[in-house]
């Protein structure tokens, strides 16, 4: 099994890719199908059983949104 190494990267779109991203997520989610999508060069696949939630932080500097979607690798991910 290869070696899954950590990442945090933050990609900013413009509102015509983001919106696309958006709709394309929605529409598995709906069809109850798995999301595939590439981000800073990695592509990967989100489950249907990923957990879903939407965080708020409000800090001095400002504000942000983040919808998250979180799960687990499989053990025969490669």
């Known amino acids: 099994m290869a070696e899954h ?3 945090d990267v ?7 890719e ?4 958006l709709r394309r997520l929605a529409d598995a989610l709906e069809q109850q199908k798995p999301f595939t999508i590439q981000v800073a060069g ?3 696949t989100v489950p249907t059983d ?7 932080e409000r800090g001095d500097a ?17």
């Open 42 to 44: 990695e592509r990967f």
């Open 5 to 7: 190494p950590e990442r």
């Open 10 to 16: 933050e990609k900013v779109y413009t509102v015509k």
């Open 18 to 21: 983001f919106v696309a991203k």
């Open 50 to 56: 990923a957990q879903m939630s939407v965080e708020h």
């Open 62 to 78: 400002g504000e942000e949104l983040e919808f998250q979607l979180k799960w687990q690798r499989a053990s025969s991910d490669d």
